[in-house]
């Protein structure tokens, strides 16, 4: 039965969300357009913009009309010798912020497997940013493999969650990068900071190593100097660059350097795309948008999510989002050089089936390194 | 997205409502789900611990209120724990007597230092102070330049020596110049850096003796997870932190890592970032941060208030508009009267589960409801009625009448048949109030 005092609070719930709704779209809009807001929150529309349904798509879409503007002489630098510090090797990087896991399991048994124990077992691997979901339903798979085959040993137990861990991730996952007949686009989409820019370096280094012709596209045409961030990184890579100046339509930017590669029989051309949170709209409209205008006249083989390995839950919510805008082939998790473990890409992989490609394992242009489920699961163990 | 607490609570509250004194083992229930809620909202499971150790102490020992339920006990020490752990009031930064004041920012790659340290620089020239941005990031390619180029937006002068190496005397050299030119304040942008790398962590320590900072701020991203902790200490022992700024939460992460970064450094969270505008940086609110961990907004207090101001025959009157989805402006009108009672809006927005993480800001939900008001107020009893005969000319006109503009007729009509559809969508399934977005109900009250 449902009580009135139900429907006292579904009648809060509208007239709040209303007016959030009313007060949150006109902040949308005066953001989107540029507006001045004056001290009540009101819209002041200039002069000339008063249409009522101006819905403009993304940042920037207002300014200079992409094709006015030819896109500055791609530059072909010489790889830059890269000053790096010596690096201690990704083994010992991950074994030295992994360790704890085998302690737990050793702490866990040491006290015999009674509920506290398994209770550890499940902590050590909500530390490890599994989320609680995973944690819980791979601890009570290995509780129950154990008592059946009656393992009590440590050595026992951490086999077993090895293999539920490994479980997680599909075996035929296809982990390489796609390359077709050239040129091959590659797009790559995240959240803000999490290491974008830094792994298209990267990237572009690899595929140039093996030969292959790079061009990047500066499509971050929002945040301050990116553009010149991806131009040091492009010339540390032997890769060329074509950019549009700040504010510019990032579709246009992908759009112009597909032609430049084609033109010069570049194998493969790298959009780099402003950081946005998956949570904006309007936002996520404009990178289905570049990867539209790319397939106009190309073809799209990656869709790269660059998620950071210092994140928590969030990591699902934004592959999901960025999957539906734009349809991500594969995951890059960086940052796996500090102590985080990055364990909601179990999460990613099993629920989205997104297979994670790539891990960033520092600054440099090499610590980059192809993703190998066991040697993720075994770090993750210690 | 996670299930909320509230919906958690859901059996709790069942058994529990109505019963009188809470018992170690209800406390525990309780605590239990509490445990798992800030874990899912990022919390780093030692401060989780930590924290729910802590309240369950409190609870044991606290005065029994005749006025709360068990459970509504429980989450209100809870509440209370973590606005406390946050940082009580919303707190600014330190004054200093001498001028220039000097704020250190430190943090993560990517965790938003740059960004945060211009926002930071214009909302002090904002308030009438002369700050002086240094740019001492020399790592990362072209960070240089991005701040440069913030400065100039904001209007805020920048000290940047390209191609320099040495982050300290960078650093030092802005202080000369903020000396020299008599301004009040430097902001010391420096390179993002892994906590477990110690040439790096060194190298922001020789930084921090360069410029002795009067303010040390640590800048951590509302998505990070677990490792919160083991940031928040590594900076602690090379840098004298005395504030968090919290980045990116105008996502939808819940946030628990602000607990986490205070918990550790035993300091307030002073800023929010909401928004990639200069303009987007907030004092941060302990207690809407407090919600939105928990997830659940203060259902509780909701219900009770909802429960006073609406008359119980107006809800019934709308139960049977729900499930014939006949709502009209005219409805809605009473409504809007009812939830007046209950508070200032802002407020009972924090009370809605799932509502704290609207990208609202800091607009004036105050405001806008005499606006609406008087939208609806302009409307005749016929048009209230029936939407569906609002023309071009009697927008116009209402605008007029209303002293809004026909855009906000236009949006407020528009945002108003979306509640209809959802209502529709509502009354075509189970009726349940489950069906709004974001609003979970304990079913002891609800079902
Ligand atoms: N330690 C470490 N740092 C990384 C890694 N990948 C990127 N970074 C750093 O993270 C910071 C942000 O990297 P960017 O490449 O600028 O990130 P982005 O996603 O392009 O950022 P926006 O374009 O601003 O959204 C930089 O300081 C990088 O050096 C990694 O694997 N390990
Ligand atoms: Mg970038």
């Not at chain 1, 950081?275 to 996520?284: A, I, Q, S």
């Not at chain 2, 589960?353 to 609806?376: F, H, Q, W, Y």
Request: charged content about 25%; overall charge neutral; hydrophobic content about 45%.
């Amino acid at each position: 039965m449902i009580t009135a005092v139900v429907f006292a609070v579904v009648a809060v719930a509208i007239v709040v969300g209303l007016i959030v709704a009313f007060v949150t779209t006109t902040r949308a809009r005066s953001r989107q357009l540029g507006l001045e807001e004056d001290a009540e929150g009101r819209v002041v529309e200039p002069e000339g913009r008063g249409g009522v349904n101006v819905e403009p798509e993304g940042r920037g879409g207002v300014i200079a009309p992409p094709a006015a503007e030819p896109p500055a002489a791609p530059s072909a630098a010489p790889p830059v010798e890269v000053p790096e510090a010596v690096r201690p090797a990704l083994r010992d990087r991950l074994a030295r912020s992994r360790r704890f896991l085998a302690g737990r399991v050793r702490d866990a048994l040491g006290a015999g497997l009674d509920d506290d124990a398994w209770d550890d077992l499940e902590a050590a691997l909500i530390q490890a940013d599994t989320g609680v979901g995973t944690a819980t339903a791979v601890v009570s798979e290995v509780r129950a493999e154990a008592r059946a085959a009656g393992v009590t040993d440590v050595d026992g137990i951490r086999t077993l969650m090895a293999q539920r861990l490994l479980a997680r991730f599909a075996a035929d996952a296809p982990r390489a990068l796609t390359i077709g007949p050239p040129p091959s686009v590659w797009l790559v989409v995240g959240v803000n900071g999490t290491g974008k820019t830094t792994t298209i370096g990267k990237i572009a280094a690899d595929q140039a190593a093996r030969g292959r012709r790079v061009v990047m596209a500066a499509a971050d045409t929002f945040r301050a100097a990116a553009d010149e961030q991806l131009e040091a990184w492009a010339r540390r890579a032997g890769a060329e660059l074509v950019k549009h100046r700040p504010g510019a339509d990032p579709g246009a930017v992908a759009f112009d350097a597909l032609a430049h590669a084609r033109a010069r029989g570049h194998d493969l051309l790298i959009v780099d795309t402003a950081g946005r949170l998956h949570t904006k709209v309007p936002l996520m409209d404009e990178l289905a948008k570049i990867r539209r205008v790319v397939e106009k006249e190309g073809r799209v083989d990656e869709v790269l999510l660059v998620l950071d390995a210092t994140a928590g839950q969030n990591g699902l919510a934004q592959a999901r989002s960025f999957a539906a805008a734009t349809g991500v082939t594969g995951v890059v998790l960086t940052k796996l050089d500090g102590t985080a473990k990055g364990g909601i890409a179990v999460a990613v992989e099993q629920e989205l089936g997104i297979p994670i490609k790539l891990i960033g394992v520092g600054e440099g242009l090499g610590d980059l390194e192809p993703f190998e489920p066991r040697r993720f699961v075994e770090a993750l163990l210690g | 997205m996670f299930d909320s607490l509230s919906s958690r609570f859901d059996d709790i509250f069942t058994r529990l409502r109505n019963r009188g004194r809470l018992s170690d083992k209800q406390v525990d229930e309780v605590l239990r789900e509490i445990r798992l809620a800030l874990l899912e909202a990022d919390v780093s499971l030692r401060v989780v611990k930590a924290f729910v150790a802590d309240v369950r102490e409190r609870a044991q020992g606290a005065e029994i209120h005749k006025s709360l339920s068990p459970a509504q006990q429980v989450i209100k020490i809870v509440n209370e724990a973590l606005i406390g752990v946050l940082g009580g009031e919303a707190k600014g930064l330190v004054p200093v007597d001498a001028p220039p004041r000097v704020i250190l920012m430190a943090g993560l790659q990517g965790s938003g230092k740059t960004t945060a340290a211009a926002k930071l620089a214009k909302h002090l020239r904002g308030k009438g102070r002369r700050p002086l941005l240094a740019a001492c990031d020399l790592r990362r390619p072209a960070a240089t330049s991005q701040l440069q180029l913030l400065g100039e937006q904001a209007g805020v002068p920048v000290h940047a020596e390209p191609g320099a190496t040495d982050a300290p005397a960078v650093a030092r050299r802005a202080l000369e110049e903020a000396h020299a030119e008599n301004l009040t304040d430097v902001i010391v942008d420096t390179s993002g850096r892994m906590h477990v790398d110690p040439e790096l962590m060194a190298e922001l320590g020789a930084v921090a003796r360069a410029v002795e900072p009067h303010e040390t701020l640590l800048v951590c991203d509302a998505m990070t997870g677990q490792d919160a902790v083991n940031v928040a200490e590594a900076f602690l022992e090379e840098v004298e932190v005395t504030g968090v700024v919290l980045t990116k939460l105008d996502g939808d992460a819940r946030g628990g890592a602000a607990l986490s970064m205070s918990y550790v450094t035993g300091c307030p969270v002073k800023f929010a970032g909401v928004g990639e505008k200069l303009d987007d940086l907030e004092p941060f609110h302990p207690d809407r941060m407090a919600s939105r961990i928990l997830g659940m907004g203060d259902v509780l207090t909701l219900i009770e208030k909802a429960e006073e101001a609406f008359e119980a025959d107006q809800a019934r009157r709308l139960e049977e508009r729900l499930r014939k989805a006949e709502f009209t402006f005219e409805d809605f009108l009473e409504q809007m009267q009812a939830v007046k009672k209950m508070g200032p809006l802002s407020q009972v927005l924090g009370m809605l589960p799932g509502m704290g993480k609207l990208p609202i800001g800091d607009a004036n939900l105050d405001a806008t409801m005499p606006r609406v008001e008087a939208i609806i107020r302009s409307m005749t009893p016929r048009e209230r009625n029936d939407p569906s005969i609002l023309n071009g000319s009697r927008r116009a006109r209402i605008a007029r009448g209303s002293g809004t503009s026909v855009q906000e007729v236009n949006r407020l009509i528009k945002q108003f048949e979306q509640v209809r559809k959802l209502m529709r969508q509502m009354s075509g399934g189970k009726g349940r109030a489950r069906a709004v977005p974001g609003l979970r109900l304990p079913p002891g009250i609800g079902s």
